[in-house]
């Protein structure tokens, strides 16, 4: 597949499965989404 495929099939991947409420002990046991969000605040 194209570089384009698979960028749409794993963008496809996280927005449909991932889940972002599951706490993350590499994160210091917050959600993904808090740690993305206090990273693009900083």
Known sequence: ?????AHA???EWVES???LKRL???L???T??????AATTA
Do not use: V
């Not at 993904?32 to 969000?37: F, G, K, M, N, S």
């Open 28 to 30: 210091g046991y917050r």
């Open 32 to 37: 993904p989404a808090d740690y993305e969000a």
């Open 17 to 19: 499965w991932y889940n």
């Open 1 to 5: 597949p194209s570089k384009a495929a």
């Open 9 to 11: 099939a794993i963008f």
């Open 24 to 26: 993350h002990s590499s």
